[in-house]
């Protein structure tokens, strides 16, 4: 998605999907969190925010200026 909005390509991103993107430093974290407190099986760890592609993608050309 960087890559297609620093080339300046028009990107197709969907208003109705949405995810809670993470930052990998907090993900990590989280993780070993877990395992330290013995977690076992198929977990789930996202972020705070539950945004769409879409407004992934706008907040992502906002941050890096593009």
Request: glycine share 14%; proline share 4%.
């Given at each position: 998605m960087l890559e297609g909005l620093r080339a300046g390509s028009r990107l197709r991103m969907f208003t109705d999907a949405f995810f809670?993107?993470?930052?990998?430093?907090r993900l990590a974290l989280a993780a070993h969190?877990?395992?330290?407190?013995?977690?076992r099986g198929v977990l789930h760890l996202g972020?705070?925010?539950?945004?769409?592609?879409?407004?992934?993608a706008l907040r992502l050309a906002a941050r890096f200026g593009l």
């Open positions: 809670t993107p993470i930052l990998a430093g969190r877990l395992l330290e407190l013995g977690a972020g705070e925010d539950r945004v769409s592609k879409h407004e992934f």
